[in-house]
């Protein structure tokens, strides 16, 4: 298996703008997860979802964010408009839910960059 | 989730054991600790996770105290590659997200 998939690996936009970031989860995985990461607050938990239906989005920051998750195998995360203070490293994880479930796997991240 | 506390840094010699402390004494009968490590510029990785018995397994032991409020990640030949920062958690088994601290950061000196 790929692992968990994310693309683009960096994005440099400006503020304002529109960004999206995307997430293919490990095939099977019917959990998904956006994290985010900076200097300031570390790794930080903004959304999942459960069987493609979101059910915690207490981590998001504003409603500038969104996220979907259309079907089993991709996922977005969408920032509109874009501000400087956005400028982080974005992660997906996948896992399997249950009371079994124990481990999440993370993507490399995408690098967001907004001047 | 319980809170766990972390020495922000530790150092350790290339090829020796490495020893990770967690404190986590409001930790509740139902919740596991878990370890996940970050090298540099990657996503975090999974390394192991226990109820109450020490686990083992290809990567690190865990090592629980008896009344579960502390334990210890032991990296037992620890590499260069083993430089990273290392997460605690400690949460109820399931699917919700994890809450991470701000981890040691373990150098392994050559």
């Known amino acids: 298996d790929a692992g968990v998939i994310q693309s683009p690996r960096h994005e440099v936009t400006e503020m304002g703008q529109e960004v999206t970031l995307r997430c293919k989860p490990i095939?099977?995985?019917?959990?998904l997860f956006w994290y985010r990461q900076t200097m300031m607050r570390g790794l930080e938990l903004l959304i999942y979802?459960?069987?493609?239906?979101?059910?915690?989005d207490s981590g998001m920051p504003e409603d500038r964010f969104s996220a979907k998750m259309p079907n089993a195998s991709f996922s977005t995360l969408k920032i509109q408009p874009s501000e400087p203070r956005d400028s982080a490293v974005y992660f997906c994880a996948s896992s399997l839910s249950g009371p079994s479930s124990y481990e999440q796997y993370f993507g490399p991240g995408t690098r967001l960059t907004v001047t | 989730d319980a809170k766990t506390t972390q020495p922000p840094s530790m150092d350790c010699a290339e090829g020796r054991a490495a020893n990770l402390p967690c404190n986590h004494s409001?930790?509740?009968?139902?919740?596991?600790v878990y370890w996940y490590r970050q090298i540099h510029s990657q996503g975090p990785q999974y390394i192991i996770h226990g109820l109450k018995n020490n686990e083992t397994n290809e990567m690190a032991s865990l090592i629980i105290t008896e009344d579960r409020k502390s334990s210890t990640l032991i990296l037992p030949h620890a590499t260069l590659r083993d430089t990273a920062v290392y997460y605690c958690i400690v949460r109820v088994q399931g699917a919700d997200g994890l809450t991470f601290g701000k981890g040691t950061h373990l150098i392994i000196q050559p």
């Open positions: 409001t930790i509740s009968g139902n919740e596991y």
């Open positions: 979802f459960n069987n493609n239906v979101p059910i915690d």
């Open positions: 095939s099977g995985h019917n959990s």
